[in-house]
């Protein structure tokens, strides 16, 4: 293709984008333009051996000098008119053609008209465009974006180089597909570029739906808290009253004071974890490690909070008074070992109704609402509270009174933690008199997770993820075990 042939292609480039609304140009539209317009620079810097040399005419130089003024104010007034600018201060200024062609290229970027991809955008349009590209590469990552924003369709296709390049066009770097990989990741090893913003926006969406999703159990049945510090902070139990007393005619009221008792210590702590997308997962296109390892990371976070929790109950602490969570001097173990059944289930509901409140004597009659099991026990406990008769009975017209009486939750932490085999298992009370408590800073029970400037010497992209949360055994009355056996 020789030099009037490129130019050609340019205007029929333009001409078909105006033709259909004055529309943006495409991705793929704007690209062929300027690989175009590297060829044409590279021609006239060289000479088009395939352009014809017009003849030379026996005319003097101030005829060839007028004729060439005037080719220039004719090709500049009619490039200008396409565009809808005022060709005169270009003519007057001495413009050449490829000086105004090369402005004309760049106040359409700057105005982003046409835009890159072909997006039509507003006085923020760095922030449209981020969000919609955050959202194309979601979709193309595979996560369900519920209302994408406009543009993220056709974003979705570029690779992430294409979309490094897109964002510096942006940002106002004109010459960005001409850029070498390496060059392209220099550019945005900060955490202010626009494509790192994209990628990290992107990472924390693919986070936090991982840490939504994470198959866990405890939050069923814990009680939630909050602290606004890291300091040690003590709680207490409130304790019975004094009985109401007898009043005789005119007689005077005695004073009384609830009896209390101190209670647990609840405390927060930071967990975090630090990880990062290479150079070659950049250059390589690898979009399955935005996919793949912030969606790990977030579950890890998660199932962290769910081992502790377990590990909190199955490991029989010492709790505040000195003794472990589960003793007899608490009276919240179950005297027959067994699996779940009609019998020990009566044992377990009784031990919670008969607690009684701290300082006194006045029964709790705690309720029994969940069943804590391994997953070993999950189908035996599923059978017993969804038979309408007891199946221990030969007698099929025995009801089973803890039929649908429970919520049965059972996670595989309780069959790492059965000691010598056992299949231990527990009851609990409902969540307001749960047994255990997740406290969470300010009551953030999402991770927190930070792209940061990567240390020098090494290339690629750097995230911080940590969390402030304590488990604390808050009470030991609300909470039944069974040794199994």
């Known amino acids: 293709m020789n030099l009037l042939q490129m130019l050609a292609r340019q205007k029929a480039i333009v001409d078909a984008a105006k033709a259909e609304g004055n529309r943006a140009l495409s991705v793929e539209e704007k690209r062929e333009f300027d690989e175009l317009q590297s060829k044409i620079d590279a021609l006239r810097a060289q000479g088009d051996p395939n352009e014809p040399t017009p003849a030379p005419t026996p005319v003097d130089n101030s005829e060839r000098a007028l004729a060439a003024e005037r080719q220039r104010a004719l090709e500049i007034t009619s490039l ?39 997006i039509q955008m507003g006085k923020d349009e760095r922030d449209k465009f981020r969000d ?9 990552v ?24 897109e964002s510096l066009i942006i940002e106002g770097v004109n010459n960005a597909y001409r850029l070498s990989d390496d060059e392209l990741l220099r550019q945005h090893l900060t ?48 304790g019975t009253a004094g009985e109401l007393l007898l009043v005789s005619e ?15 210590t609840r405390q927060l702590l930071t967990y975090g974890r630090q990880f990062s997308m290479s150079r070659q997962a950049f250059i390589n296109d ?46 919240n173990v179950m005297a027959t070992g067994g699996a779940p059944s009609v019998d020990t289930l009566s044992q377990a509901r009784q031990l919670l109704r008969k607690q009684t409140a701290a300082g006194g004597d006045v029964k709790l009659n705690i309720p029994a609402r969940f069943m804590l099991v391994p997953t070993s026990l999950e189908t035996k406990a599923g059978q017993l509270i969804g038979s309408t008769v007891d199946p221990s009975q030969a007698n099929p017209n025995i009801p089973n009174p803890f039929y649908n009486q429970f919520t049965i939750v059972s996670d595989a932490e309780l069959d790492d933690a059965s000691v010598n085999g056992e299949l231990e298992w527990y009851v609990t009370s409902d969540i307001l008199r749960s047994p255990i408590q997740v406290d969470f800073l300010n009551g953030k029970d999402m991770p927190t997770i930070v792209m940061k400037q990567a240390p020098a010497g090494q290339l690629g992209f ?4 940590y969390m402030d949360y304590g488990v604390t055994v808050v009470d030991y009355q609300t909470v039944v075990k069974n040794n199994g056996k």
């Not at 919609?132 to 193309?140: I, Q």
């Open 462 to 465: 750097l995230w911080d993820i």
């Open 80 to 118: 200008c008119r396409d565009f809808g600018l005022n060709a005169e201060d270009y003519i007057k200024d001495g413009h050449t053609i490829d000086q105004v062609r090369q402005f004309i290229l760049e106040k359409q970027i700057k105005d982003r008209a046409p835009q890159p991809s072909g």
């Open 142 to 165: 595979g996560m369900n974006v519920e209302k994408p924003n406009d543009g993220a369709g056709e974003l979705r296709n570029l690779s992430l180089r294409e979309l490094a390049k």
């Open 132 to 140: 919609a590209a955050a959202d194309g590469l979601a979709l193309r």
């Open 250 to 264: 005119n007689g005077e009221l005695k004073h009384d004071d609830p009896n209390g008792v101190e209670g647990p």
């Open 286 to 331: 690898d979009v399955s490690f935005i996919e793949t390892r912030p969606a790990l990371y977030a579950q890890s976070a998660r199932l962290g909070i769910n081992r502790l929790v377990y590990q909190t109950l199955a490991k029989n602490p010492a709790i505040w008074d000195g003794k472990t969570l589960f003793h007899a001097d608490h009276k």
């Open 191 to 238: 955490p202010t570029s626009l494509f790192t913003n994209i990628i990290d926006q992107t990472a924390r969406n693919v986070f936090q739906q991982a840490y939504t999703d994470a198959a866990t159990t405890y939050q069923h049945w814990t009680r939630r808290g909050t602290l606004t510090d890291f300091r040690p902070t003590k709680t207490y139990q409130v």
